[in-house]
Every structure is written in structure tokens, then in C-alpha cells.
């Protein structure tokens, strides 16, 4: 039993069931966060572990940021709760201007909610009632993706190719496509940045619209890299491809930006990074730098002008949450989107892109590395699995870095990275170091 352990031995583990956790093993070993500050958490023990991960991709402005602590502290003074049906605060309207000035142009509209599970849900209702609202209620499936993570709502499951998130739960909704994913080591391993090969596989989708009818879909939704998947970085081409496709035959197309948001790629998002601009981006995560859960969806005003129909005292889109645009949240995402500002992350994000490349890429002829893949201030480690035993060696890794100092994520054999933008050269160095030592150790 680890010294974690041993500090909170008199802590009832059993009647918490912790999501995506293997919770028999973890209650017995536990790994307990009690504080954090900037780059590092502490333990239970009082070891200080380096953020790899930005939490779990949301952290951008790293942990408990004084103005935003400062900013949530003072608006639960004020205004600890308002109804977001019929009801409104000042700040929220706000934020929507700030955000819809963030934007690509012409998404000027913006809806709230709590997470980036229910940005997708949201998102995907809204495609579904626009065609209806526009009189093409025929268009009812949705593509997603394989290895694509939508969140862990109905619909965003349906939407979503991984195997394990789908499988315990039955049929799901109905009439949904998968566009084959873009990963493939014989042509990309060890790529820096965007891979040369693959945008041709964006002309699967013209292969799914020519067996079941454009006049049937609704939407694509693709991450502009898939993160839970594998850090899956998108062929150069390939989200131009996309958007061509959709364009021509009126499909909407959805950027899931829940973890591109906010400067992961060195720009507001993924959208302007890539000059690809979609019809609705799904957001959460960074939008306050993780501190108190929120998520939008962004949109293209044509969309909200649809339903901006019959007599004005009818609500026209039945849906939202008791939550959305909470107060504490909002004035965290004020305060997010000012630090962002006032300490220019997004510049410095993209100006460390090169350095990380370098840092991550020398891990290159370590045992059991396949293929290494970045973008931004994101990377991805990929290692062989180890005979009839999947994950196992990642797993280890996680362990391993974690023991040493550094928190990293594990999807699959691959360790994930994407740490806080206010990350220095020198934390890369030992993050980076740190990992070769683990992999000189790894069986």
C-alpha cells in the first residue's frame, strides 16, 4: 500500500463509484490530489507532481489561478444563482458577446451549458431541429467517427467510435454513420505536426452519402484531433476535405473544440488554427480554465435565425439545463478569457510548438515507442502493446510517471500529454525527461 494510501486510511473509499476509474484497484492503491498551484498538484503525502495534462485537458491557465479564484469568490458574495429559463444575468449576456467575438465569423450565437457531453448533445439536437425547422425533416443521421470522443451522453456516444464507451449500452440512437479514422502508422508514424497522408479518407463520407441520400443526414461531427482516441492529429487536407463535402450537399458540419478551445493549438480554436470553419463548435474544458464546469456551443446565426420563428412569446427550442450560464461559471469563464488575454497563452502556446515537437520527438528510440505525434501543446506517445495484455504497458508508464513527479494520460498503449499553456521550457525538459526514464524501464 503506497504512503497515499496509508495517510488516508481512515477515508471510506467504498460509496464513491469513480467514473472511468478501475475502482477495485484504485481503493486499493489510491492516488489523492489534496491542493494545487500553477503547474503542480499535491499529494495526500505532500509530494508535489508536475501537470502533464492540464487536469484532464482543461487547465489551460494552470491550477487556481488568483483573479480566477478572486473573480468565483466574489460573485458567490453577489449572486450565487439565477434561473436560465425566462430569467437572465447581466454577466451572462457578456460572456456570449465575448465569445461570439472569439469566434469564427458568422458563428455569432452562443448556447450554454454545463459540459462538454452536453455541448455535444446540444449541438446535435440543434442540427436535427434546423433541418426540421427548415422543412427537411428527412435529415436525421448524424456521422461521427471511429476512435472519435463525443462525451458520455446518448448522443454523444452514439456519435462516438470507441468500443468500450458503446458496447454496455444497447442500440443507442438509431441511423448513425462512422467515417473510418485517420490514423495509420505504415504511412504517418513519427509525423511532426500534421501527417502528409490521409485527407483522402474525408471522401469516405461521400461513399455514406451516396448509399444512404444527403437528403438523410444531418450532420458531421469530427474532433479536430482526436483526443480520448489516441491524440489523432488530422491529415493536412482532411478537415478542408470535410468541409467542401458537407458544404455541397447542406450537411452541417460540428467541430467538437471541447478540448481545442482556449489555445490548445496556439489560437482561440481549432477552427482558426486550421482556417476550416464549421457551422456549430462544441466547447467546455478550457473555456474556465477547468475551475467551475461550463460549456457553449457556438453557431452560425442562419442556424438560431431558423427557429426564430411564430409568435414571440413561444419558446422556440425546448432544451437547456438548470445550470446553463450559472453565475459562478460565468464569472469564471470572464475571468478565464481576461488571463488568457492579459498573459497572451495563446501566443505563447503556439511559440512553444516548436520546442515541444523537439522535446517529445527525441523520445523516439526508447523500447516499445511505435510512433510519437504532436500538435500545438498536445503529444501523444504511442507504445506496442504487450502480448494478449492491451493498455498494460501504458498503464505502467502512467504509474510509473506518476511515482516520479509527473501526471500524465493514458488512452489505449498511448500516453497522452497536454500540459497547462503556462508551461515553461524547462518543465518540458523534466516532463520529457522524466518519460525517457520511464521507458528505459518499462518491460
Not at 43 to 71: E, F, I, Y
Not at 167 to 176: E, R
Not at 328 to 344: F, G, K, N, P
Request: a negative charge; proline letters at 6%.
Amino acid at each position: 500500500m503506497s504512503t497515499e494510501a496509508l495517510v488516508y486510511r481512515e477515508l471510506n473509499l467504498e460509496p464513491y463509484w469513480m467514473p472511468f476509474t478501475a475502482n477495485r484497484a484504485f481503493k486499493k492503491d489510491p492516488r489523492l490530489f489534496v491542493s494545487a498551484r500553477g503547474m503542480y498538484y499535491q499529494t495526500a503525502d505532500g509530494r508535489q507532481v508536475m501537470d502533464g495534462m492540464s487536469g484532464m485537458w482543461c487547465c489551460n491557465a494552470g491550477h487556481c489561478h488568483p483573479k480566477l479564484v478572486q473573480a468565483v469568490q466574489a460573485q458567490v458574495m453577489e449572486l450565487d444563482y439565477a434561473p436560465a429559463f425566462q430569467m437572465g444575468h447581466p454577466r451572462i449576456f457578456e460572456l456570449a458577446e465575448r465569445l461570439a467575438n472569439l469566434a469564427p465569423e458568422g458563428l455569432g450565437r452562443v448556447f450554454f451549458t454545463n459540459s462538454g457531453s452536453e455541448s455535444v448533445d446540444t449541438a446535435l439536437k440543434i442540427a436535427l431541429g434546423y433541418h426540421s425547422a427548415r422543412g427537411e425533416a428527412g435529415r436525421t443521421r448524424l456521422v461521427g467517427r471511429a476512435r472519435g470522443y463525443h462525451g458520455v451522453g446518448f448522443g454523444g456516444i452514439t456519435v462516438g467510435g470507441i468500443g468500450n464507451n458503446r458496447k454496455s449500452f444497447g442500440p443507442l440512437l438509431p441511423g448513425a454513420l462512422h467515417l473510418p479514422h485517420t490514423h495509420d502508422l505504415e504511412h504517418n508514424a513519427f509525423s511532426r505536426g500534421q501527417p502528409a497522408w490521409g485527407a483522402h479518407l474525408a471522401d469516405e463520407l461521400e461513399n455514406l452519402i451516396a448509399v444512404n441520400d444527403a437528403s438523410t443526414i444531418a450532420a458531421v461531427i469530427v474532433e479536430p484531433f482526436a483526443g480520448s482516441g489516441g491524440v489523432l492529429i488530422p491529415p493536412r487536407g482532411y478537415l478542408e476535405r470535410l468541409r467542401e463535402i458537407t458544404s455541397r450537399h447542406g450537411i452541417l458540419l460540428i467541430f467538437d473544440e471541447v478540448i481545442t478551445g482556449f489555445g490548445r493549438f496556439g489560437a482561440s480554436f481549432a477552427a482558426e488554427r486550421f482556417q476550416v470553419t464549421p457551422d456549430l463548435i462544441t466547447t467546455a474544458k478550457g473555456l474556465t480554465s477547468g475551475m467551475v464546469p461550463m460549456g457553449a456551443v457556438l453557431l452560425r446565426d442562419e442556424i438560431y435565425d431558423a427557429f426564430m420563428h411564430g409568435p414571440q412569446p413561444a419558446i422556440e427550442l425546448f432544451h437547456g439545463y438548470t445550470y446553463s450560464g450559472h453565475p459562478l461559471a460565468t464569472a469564471a469563464a470572464h475571468a478565464a478569457l481576461d488571463v488568457y488575454a492579459e498573459e497572451d497563452l495563446f501566443a505563447r502556446a503556439k511559440s512553444l510548438e516548436v520546442v515541444w515537437e523537439e522535446a517529445l520527438h527525441s523520445l523516439a528510440g526508447k523500447p516499445h515507442v511505435i510512433d510519437i505525434r504532436n500538435f500545438g501543446l498536445v503529444g501523444a506517445i504511442e507504445l506496442e502493446p504487450r502480448p494478449d495484455a492491451p493498455t498494460a504497458r501504458a498503464i505502467d508508464a502512467f504509474e510509473k510517471a506518476y511515482l516520479a513527479g509527473v501526471l500524465v494520460r493514458t488512452t489505449g498503449d498511448t500516453i497522452a500529454l497536454a500540459p497547462p499553456l503556462i508551461i515553461e521550457e524547462k518543465e518540458i525538459e523534466r516532463i520529457v525527461a522524466t518519460l525517457a526514464d520511464v521507458l528505459s524501464h518499462l518491460d
